[in-house]
């Protein structure tokens, strides 16, 4: 019997071992910066953490997801941008039901943004990072064209219970309720598993008779609802929209991907390596700002960080 715990915790280990090094390293990180910011290991300032990250790891869930097929998505920006944009474009804060639906319509337009990115890289075979690039920019042009300057306003029943609801605990349920399901869906579906085979060797799969278009399809159209739901909190979180508020969610959802474990060739990743990622970032961002570092020299660090990671990645397989 204690031979069998012993496999089993073995493999468990073996099995998880890049998740867990990332919460070992970001659980240092967390005491280092809590050494320069005695009030760092708060509940408020937590709260005020994960409302910041939220939308970059919902995001960045999408990315996930596309990267474990070997693809890239480098219009998710665009879609938050353009989900931020059609939400707050149609609130009527006035009304009492005001949100309802321009909810239902800005996660439609999520969707329909991640069917078209689907359709057009799996009936077109087409590479993901040239038809991405080029429909960021129409995502990205439609919400300029919508809102050339930032502005609008949200129902405040709505933005106030979304952001600071249930005793300000409404966005770690959201993010929990969410989280559970795409790690789930990654780790325990067939769905899933086929996401990973796809990236580990998609001729094979497909000669499996698998149907490779419809999981890729579906990976895009998924990828598309969670910006949507992130383009949703900005806009409660601003209490107005910004057509230029996604430009960088696109590359900081890969380096949160890739820090968090996931490798760019594909099959190997976890949402929850992910969302350990999201957090390394924010706080890496939060001490550079503590420091009085620019906001120029905060992007040339996520370079770097991300270098790093795509480098021990390449280590880690040559290995």
Excluded: W
């Amino acid at each position: 019997m204690n031979v069998t715990v012993k496999k089993r915790k073995n493999y468990f280990v073996q099995r998880n071992l890049r998740t867990i090094i990332i919460y070992v390293f970001l659980f240092v990180m967390m005491l280092v910066v809590s050494i320069f910011n005695d009030k760092f290991f708060t509940l408020g300032n937590f709260k005020n953490l994960l409302r910041t990250v939220f939308p970059l790891i919902m995001v960045s869930f999408g990315q996930t997801l596309i990267i474990l097929t070997g693809g890239i998505d480098l219009s998710l920006g665009g879609i938050v941008a353009l989900t931020n944009v059609v939400c707050v474009v149609l609130m009527k804060p006035d009304s009492p039901t005001g949100f309802i639906l321009p909810v239902i319509v800005t996660l439609v337009i999520g969707l329909l943004a991640g069917v078209l990115n689907g359709l057009v890289i799996t009936r077109g075979r087409l590479a993901p990072i040239i038809v991405t690039l080029a429909t960021d920019a129409i995502f990205s042009g439609a919400a300029l064209y919508m809102m050339p300057n930032p502005g609008g306003s949200v129902h405040r029943a709505f933005g106030k219970f979304l952001t600071r609801g249930i005793g300000g605990a409404s966005p770690l349920i959201l993010f929990l309720t969410i989280f559970i399901v795409v790690r789930c869906l990654t780790n325990r579906t067939s769905f899933g598993r086929t996401l990973r085979a796809i990236g580990g060797n998609e001729g094979a799969v497909y000669s499996t008779g698998i149907k490779v278009d419809r999981v890729k399809f579906l990976t895009y159209a998924i990828a598309g609802v969670l910006c949507a739901v992130a383009g949703i909190f900005l806009s409660a979180q601003m209490n107005s929209a910004d057509a230029a508020i996604g430009k960088n969610y696109a590359m900081n959802s890969i380096t949160t991907t890739v820090v968090g474990g996931t490798a760019m060739s594909g099959a190997i990743g976890d949402p929850l390596g992910t969302v350990a990622g999201a957090f390394i970032i924010a706080i890496i961002n939060n001490m550079l700002n503590l420091f009085g570092v620019s906001s120029f020299y905060q992007f040339v660090f996520q370079g770097l960080i991300l270098v790093a990671a795509l480098s021990l990645n390449a280590l880690n397989k040559k290995g």
